[in-house]
């Protein structure tokens, strides 16, 4: 057989090995259907998708110079889902309102009532009262001049159109302290004491001293009501009214927790809040000072589970340097509340909304955040925190807790921690 011939039957061959491994057109033409069955595209489930979103976050948070924490727990699951340095104790800011909140919620109830009441004490004769009429003071913080030209009313009304006494402030429901517990003297803050006006309160009248005169604003303003009324009265002072002085109640001015609450949270109102924690040592004792105030804040953190050494309590509004929380706990009393549909429901209606209304009104807009975060805020110098609840993209609540400390910039932690909130919410 010539060469030539021998190349022809090998190329033959070769040709029809070829064709035998090539798949027939019929089964080309099957070949994408049935490829796409046999593989399987795997879909990581949001729990994975978030857990690798927040480690990014936290890596970028251990690159950061100020310092970061945070707890994120799945409220639907009753699990935790993130957390980074939750166990370190930070400033907390205004998110101290939460703890506040709270406790308060769970130990008075949000009926509970604020009630700034008139005693006349003596007897009268031909329209004149000879005695003294007592304002008892409850560290109401919505009293207004339409509240004191009520008060003036409800005397003339009641047959009182010359008091031969005084017109007397009842302080004693708080001790003397006109700032709270480890606030700084330049800090834009209100002064404490159970009679304001407008959510202003009387001038200390010894700053150096921290005390105040409780017959400057408040009564010379309640005072020139009275006179408005055609009341004259002998004069303005102090002293302290006794259930046993057989006085007689003329009015009482009253507004529920529930009420203070809304303007504490939205707005961020120290003077609220400084109000709401006096309130729990007031049902203590009488002329409570910061520290009974404090002692029942611990009372609902051990009621609540946890332990009271994960916090230092200093005062009601995040104002004091001596507050100090973790995210760990701030997460867990959320949680706490979040069971407790008496505390959840007024808490959690009472917060700011990212991008719509109070603290979070310009924040977290465009987002996916926007609508889905119902959080307190808290900002002092160098201190940038964010505290509430967040109705992630799975359909769940979550609490949280972002807690930063040391920035130059509040806008660099609020944008660390508004990107938190979309990540969950996307």
Same mark, same amino acid.
């Given at each position: 057989m010539t060469q030539h011939h021998t190349m022809k039957r090998h190329s033959i061959i070769l040709l029809a090995a070829l064709a035998w491994l090539m798949p027939h057109p019929h089964l080309m033409a099957q070949e994408p259907a049935d490829s796409a069955e046999m593989?399987?595209?795997?879909?990581?489930?949001?729990?994975?998708?978030?857990?690798?979103?927040?480690?990014?976050?936290?890596?970028?948070?251990?690159?950061?110079y100020y310092n970061t924490g945070m707890s994120i727990y799945d409220l639907t699951t009753d699990s935790l889902i993130f957390a980074y340095n939750q166990h370190k104790m930070m400033r907390p800011a205004s998110t101290q309102k939460v703890l506040t909140a709270i406790a308060a919620l769970d130990l008075l109830g949000a009926d509970h009532q604020y009630a700034t009441t008139l005693y006349a004490k003596g007897t009268v004769a031909d329209g004149q009262l000879t005695g003294d009429v007592y304002v008892v003071g409850d560290f109401d913080p919505m009293l207004t001049s339409q509240h004191l030209k009520q008060m003036a009313t409800q005397?003339? *009304?009641?047959?009182?159109?010359?008091?031969?006494?005084?017109?007397?402030?009842?302080?004693?429901?708080?001790?003397?302290?006109?700032?709270?517990?480890? +606030?700084? +003297?330049?800090?834009?803050?209100?002064?404490?004491?159970?009679?304001?006006?407008?959510?202003?309160?009387y001038e200390c009248s010894n700053f150096k001293i921290n005390r105040y005169d409780p017959a400057t604003n408040f009564m010379t303003a309640l005072a020139a009501e009275f006179k408005a009324e055609g009341i004259s009265i002998g004069g303005i002072g102090t002293a302290t009214y006794r259930a046993d002085q057989n006085g007689t109640r003329v009015c009482t001015i009253t507004h529920t927790l529930r009420e203070i609450l809304t303007p504490m949270m939205k707005d961020s109102d120290n003077l609220m809040a400084e109000s709401m924690f006096f309130q729990l040592g007031a049902e203590k004792k009488r002329e409570a000072g910061w520290k009974d105030c404090a002692s029942q804040v611990e009372s609902v953190i051990t009621g609540a589970g946890m332990s009271a050494n994960w916090a230092i309590v200093a005062d009601g509004c995040g104002l004091s340097l001596y507050n100090y929380i973790t995210p760990g706990l701030q997460a867990?009393?959320?949680?706490?509340?979040?069971?407790?549909?008496?505390?959840?429901?007024?808490?959690?209606?009472?917060?700011?909304? *990212?991008?719509?209304?109070?603290?979070? *009104?310009?924040?977290?807009?465009?987002t996916p955040a926007q609508n889905n975060v119902h959080a307190k805020t808290g900002s002092v110098t160098g201190v940038s925190t964010l505290t509430g609840y967040l109705s992630a993209s799975n359909g769940h609540l979550i609490a949280f807790s972002i807690m930063c400390n040391g920035q130059k910039r509040a806008a660099e932690a609020r944008e660390f921690q508004d990107r938190i909130c979309a990540a969950m919410c996307e």
């Open positions: 593989v399987e595209v795997y879909t990581p489930s949001w729990d994975e998708r978030m857990y690798n979103s927040l480690t990014l976050l936290a890596q970028e948070a251990d690159r950061n005397v003339k *009304a009641s047959g009182i159109s010359r008091i031969n006494g005084r017109l007397l402030a009842d302080v004693s429901m708080k001790d003397t302290l006109c700032l709270g517990n480890g +606030w700084c +003297w330049d800090d834009d803050q209100p002064f404490l004491t159970p009679l304001s006006l407008s959510g202003k309160a867990a009393m959320l949680r706490y509340a979040y069971h407790n549909p008496s505390i959840f429901e007024p808490l959690y209606h009472s917060m700011p909304i *990212a991008g719509v209304d109070g603290t979070l *009104a310009n924040r977290m807009k465009n």
